[in-house]
């Protein structure tokens, strides 16, 4: 009677009742446990049921456990040591005006005060403001929140050519990367229509606007990973950590309710006239590929928690793009192989084109390389899923395409045959090159 609430409030810090009791003569302890709202630790952890394990949360996973109890999210909690004067009246200014444009905010706002707009968008917690305040306002918020910035490399294989790194207030992130993405990293086909000139780009902007809007609405900033946008000559990729519901799927994302992981961020975005509030963002971006005849976009979970959002451009653009630099002997038929033909090294430092404003050559391979491959539906995921990452094993690429470990050795002995691919360094820190 003694012992047990002794015991109970040293290991788990709540106090039960003990109760003695007796039944037809005998005698039994009832101990009473109320329900708590908070979540209660067991010698300083804190451990969770799923299914039939058990697991010990820690770092993000406890964060975002504890709030979720509290019903809070990530972007919604307070962040002391940032003030209002602090944070850019121009950001605000430029905030007014979209929403008032988009007629998501009355004509009125525009008057709003910066602290008008703060109390608009719940921004406000007790005398701290929250950390979605830092993240849409402030000129800095990495100085605050580590990973809160995108990424953007140019990759020839696995090696980086050239990289930027944006930083600012979210809605300057968005603007600028896709500045950067359609002036720097990309380039546009010229074609005419009667006497109007007409630039295709790989991927439609109206696309790649949702997909960056998506990535930094949609993130962790819980975990100090930034937002990597990689650019390739014949695609660009797209990851962002990203906690998804467990029933999330590519095929169901129509269907689903908006449910952003950061409520508040995603708010001041609608807010602002950059997105809807109904959950389309993903059918929308695949929409827009397809009006524009490019492949449908792929999505497809990773490993620590990592959304990836894959482009591939089309065979027509390769080919006109490889026209364009003089690349004689690349067709729609040899486009989607990643290679180009042996003289398109010449052809390209012949180019006026500066480097920095032009994709890359991918690696040189001989036409007889290029007509060696054929089309192979497992093949050409494998290629895939090298070309972004390439120090992946047998066994987990056999796992992530869903196919048994000797189909993936099958497909690899072809493809090393062929010349597709070779490998750089040892079976144990090496890594494998698509050529």
Not at 161 to 184: C, H, M, N, P, S
Not at 400 to 407: D, E, H, M, T, Y
Request: with cysteine.
């Amino acid at each position: 009677m003694e012992d047990i609430p002794s015991k109970v409030r040293a290991l788990l810090g709540i106090v039960v009742d003990v109760n003695l009791k007796s039944e037809s003569g005998l005698e039994y302890i009832e101990i009473v446990v109320e329900p708590h709202s908070n979540p209660i630790s067991y010698r300083g952890k804190f451990h969770y049921r799923s299914g039939s394990t058990k697991q010990v949360l820690e770092g993000v996973a406890l964060t975002r456990f504890l709030l979720e109890k509290h019903g809070r999210t990530w972007d919604d909690v307070a962040l002391p040591g940032v003030t209002l004067g602090e944070l850019d009246g121009r950001i605000f200014d430029g905030f007014r005006r979209r929403g008032v444009q988009a007629e998501r905010l009355p004509s009125e706002a525009l008057d709003d005060s910066d602290e008008d707009v703060i109390e608009r968008l719940q921004l406000r917690d007790g005398a701290f403001l929250k950390r979605a305040a830092v993240l849409l306002f402030h000129p800095s918020p990495h100085r605050f929140l580590m990973g809160s910035h995108v990424k953007i490399g140019h990759f020839r294989g696995p090696e980086l050519i050239y990289q930027d790194v944006i930083e600012g207030d979210l809605f300057a992130q968005v603007d600028r990367t896709l500045d950067l993405l359609y002036t720097k990293y990309t380039r546009g086909v010229v074609s005419y229509d009667g006497i109007y000139r007409v630039e295709t780009f790989p991927v439609p902007r109206r696309a790649m606007r949702e997909a960056v809007i998506n990535a930094v609405i949609h993130r962790d900033y819980a975990r100090q990973t930034s937002t990597q946008i990689r650019v390739y000559h014949d695609r660009i990729t797209i990851r962002n950590p990203a906690e998804l519901p467990v029933e999330w799927n590519v095929s169901t994302t129509g269907g689903m309710l908006s449910d952003p992981h950061n409520p508040r961020v995603a708010h001041a975005f609608f807010r602002a006239g950059l997105i809807e509030a109904w959950g389309r963002g993903i059918h929308q971006i695949r929409e827009r590929c397809l009006e524009a005849g490019n492949p449908a976009p792929l999505w497809a979970r990773e490993p620590g928690g990592v959304l990836r959002l894959r482009f591939p451009f089309s065979g027509a653009y390769l080919a006109a793009d490889a026209a364009a630099r003089g690349v004689p002997g690349y067709s729609q038929e040899n486009a989607g192989e990643g290679t180009w033909p042996d003289n398109r090294q010449k052809a390209a430092e012949g180019s006026p084109t500066s480097p920095k404003t032009s994709p890359k050559i991918a690696p040189k391979t001989s036409p007889k390389t290029t007509r060696s491959i054929e089309p192979m539906p497992g093949a050409e995921r494998i290629l895939a899923v090298l070309r972004d990452e390439p120090r992946i094993t047998q066994s987990l690429i056999a796992k992530r395409l869903g196919i048994s470990v000797r189909a993936v050795k099958y497909h690899f002995r072809k493809l090393r045959e062929a010349g597709a691919i070779r490998r750089v360094g040892s079976s144990r820190v090496g890594h494998w090159e698509v050529l």
